[in-house]
């Protein structure tokens, strides 16, 4: 149970919520004990209502099986229920991949700290500032800056204006190369990725706080996650024959599919394309050229997925708007109510 659930404690009073990372810390100085608690007592600080999920599930259950039968039979469904009924499909896999998650915890786990420690600040968490990414790209161009340039076996040593070349090379194109890339990635993955680091004193985490956690790969959940993306969207396809109220509705519910979709699978390829750039410029064996060519291929990719995430926004917008409109011209057949009772068994 981590995003808020372990408050640390100093001298009787609350110092700090706790994350995983420094809580493991803590616990290998020896400074603080593995709380006593309970699975029982987890899943009650943060269980849901049972009558609300009931209520939720009931509601969720009846709309799919109004909505299936009209699938079936050919009949006109109306293009907002496509949106809804992909949207409670989604929604339903991750409430029930999520079904043990407890949720809504006010009252954290108490974590003593049972000696004083002087560098308790720092102790399991990185120095927190906002240079910090740019701090590491000087040092790395520092360092490959210091380093004789690439040179060939039995070649006769590099002049000073190699040296120079070099200079320029890793000061005009890595470096801005390495910093829009960084940039574009924290934008894309910041949230997903490396955990933001918790505020020294703060009493809750973050709002987009995201522990590390989980042992699946970055990549892969990340991949896994367009996949499903558009899937899902592809649902849409299914009523590119059904009757829009014009012309300009039809090419609006398409584009808003296209862009959705294609922007989901879009994500899986340049995802490929990313860490291929970066498998290129992360190769100390790699020529000068090859380590630029990797850089680029990182940040097209990178700016390439910016886009496709404006694309997808864009899409889903489209798609929402259009399926509005065309409640204004619908045929009898949408109105068509299904005997549902047809599907019980009857015994006679």
């Known amino acids: 149970m981590v995003m808020g659930g372990f408050m640390l404690y100093v001298d009787g009073s609350p110092y700090q919520t706790l994350s995983i990372q420094k809580f ?4 290998e100085e020896g400074v603080i004990d593995f709380p006593n608690i309970t699975e029982s007592e987890i899943h009650d600080r943060g269980q849901q209502s049972t009558f609300l999920t009931a209520v939720v599930a ?14 079936g039979r050919d009949l006109f469904v109306i293009h907002l229920e496509c949106l809804a ?3 409670l499909i989604a929604n339903a896999m991750l409430y029930f991949l999520w079904w043990d998650k407890p949720l809504d915890i006010r009252y954290p ?16 968490e990185g120095r927190v500032t906002d240079f910090k990414r740019e701090e590491r790209i000087q040092k790395e161009i520092l360092r490959s800056v210091l380093e004789s340039p690439p040179t060939t076996t039995g070649a006769k040593p590099r002049s000073w204006f190699s040296h120079f070349l070099w200079f ?3 000061t005009f194109v890595i470096w801005p190369l390495r910093s829009i890339g960084r940039d574009i990635f924290f934008i894309q993955f910041g949230f997903k990725g490396r955990s933001p680091a918790i505020p020294v004193g703060a009493l809750s985490v973050p709002l987009f706080y995201y522990p590390e956690t989980t042992n699946i790969p970055l990549h892969l ?4 996650t367009n996949i499903l993306g558009g899937a899902f969207n592809s649902a849409n396809f299914i009523l590119f024959t059904q009757m829009f109220p014009s012309p300009q509705a039809q090419i609006a519910w398409k584009t808003g599919t296209f862009l959705s979709v294609g922007a989901s699978v879009m994500a899986v390829v340049l995802h490929a394309l990313l860490h291929a750039g970066r498998f290129l410029h992360i190769r100390t064996d790699s020529p000068t050229y090859m380590k630029v060519l990797g850089y680029t291929l990182a ?23 259009d399926a509005f409109v065309c409640l204004k011209n619908l045929p009898e057949s949408a109105v068509i109510v299904l005997p549902w009772t047809a599907y019980i068994p009857h015994l006679s």
């Open 58 to 71: 009931l509601q969720v259950s009846w709309f799919i099986i109004q909505c299936s039968p009209r699938f």
């Open 85 to 87: 009924f992909v949207l």
């Open 168 to 170: 320029l090379l890793q």
């Open 24 to 27: 493991n810390a803590l616990l």
């Open 221 to 224: 959940s990340i991949a896994v």
């Open 109 to 124: 786990v108490r974590v003593d700290l049972k000696q004083a420690v002087h560098n308790l600040d720092i102790i399991g």
């Open 299 to 321: 940040t097209i990719a990178l700016f390439l997925f910016f886009l496709g995430h404006v694309a997808y926004i864009a899409g889903r917008f489209i798609l929402i708007i």
